[in-house]
Each structure stands twice: as C-alpha cells, then as structure tokens.
C-alpha cells in the first residue's frame, strides 16, 4: 500500500471538497458549484506539480469550465416562485 502522506494530503482535500460538492448539487445548492471549482483547481495543481499528470490536470481543467457554465446558467435561472 502506498503512503497516504505521498501527496501531503493535497489529494485528501480535492477529493473531499468533490465529495462535498456532489452532495450540495445534489441538494440543488449553488455553492456546490462554487466547491467543485475549488476542487479542481486542487487536482489541477496535483496534476502538474505533484503527480506530473497531464490527463488529471487537463480532465480537471474542463471539469472546471464546466462548473464555471453551471454556475452562469443555474445563477440565470428564474427563481421558482412558492404557493
């Protein structure tokens, strides 16, 4: 088994903030957006930098344009007016 300290818990972080972000959208929170942004900016540093992982830094940076349209259409939603 390889040393969970290998990526000095960088990894730990991005998948717990994906984690966390998959749950809020699934709540049809808006901040998970906003999380799942922060995550891959984390997996794209450990792609880079830590990993030397092109696929994970690339996969993560079109995860994170994604978020960023999500984002931009869910904010230009109309609010669901309540009886």
């Known amino acids: ?14 998948i ?4 966390l972000s998959v749950y809020l959208l699934g709540n049809k ?3 998970g957006f906003i999380i ?3 995550s891959n900016v984390v997996w794209i540093f450990l792609g ?6 092109l696929g994970t830094a ?3 940076a079109v995860f ?4 960023i349209r ?3 259409n869910w904010k230009n939603l109309p609010e669901e007016k309540s009886c």
Do not use: H, T
């Open 64 to 67: 994170l344009v994604i978020n």
């Open 70 to 72: 999500g984002y931009i």
């Open 58 to 60: 690339i996969g993560n």
């Open 48 to 53: 880079f930098v830590l990993m030397n992982s």
């Open 36 to 38: 799942f942004a922060i």
């Open 1 to 14: 088994m390889a040393n969970i300290f290998e990526y000095y818990l960088v990894d730990w972080l991005g």
């Open 16 to 19: 717990s903030l994906s984690l």
């Open 29 to 31: 929170n808006k901040w």
